[in-house]
Nanobody, 117 residues
């Protein structure tokens, strides 16, 4: 059974960097597929932020690319998101998912991140 679990601070101050980690169990992130971060802001649709492939390659949403970095720790079977220079507009529920070409078959439960002073 593939399981994903997000972790990280629930509150981030404006201008700081948001950092989240996704711990994957039941499947190695180096075997196949992509591993993505998505977010859902209040009243808006789900937004894809970026992906790290099983080979370590990364791709980002053009609208977020300048502020986004996705990395991984293969020894822990984890991948992480960093979003810099956050504003209140980055307040959202953040999800990590297994990405089969923008078909997301396994999801974390999501974690609420609020950007506020």
């Amino acid at each position: 059974q593939v399981q994903l679990q997000e972790s990280g601070p629930g509150l981030v101050k404006p201008s700081q960097t948001l950092s989240l980690t996704c711990t994957v169990s039941g499947y190695s992130i180096t075997t196949n597929y992509g591993w993505s971060w998505l977010r859902q802001t209040p009243g808006k649709r789900l937004e894809w932020m970026g992906v790290i492939g099983y080979d370590g390659s990364t791709f980002y949403s053009p609208s977020l690319e300048s502020r986004t970095s996705i990395s991984r720790d293969t020894s822990k079977n984890q991948f992480s998101l960093q979003l810099s220079s956050v504003t209140p507009e980055d307040t959202a529920v953040y999800f990590c998912v297994r990405d089969r070409g923008h078909e997301y078959d396994y999801w974390g439960q999501g974690t609420q991140v609020t950007v506020s002073a």
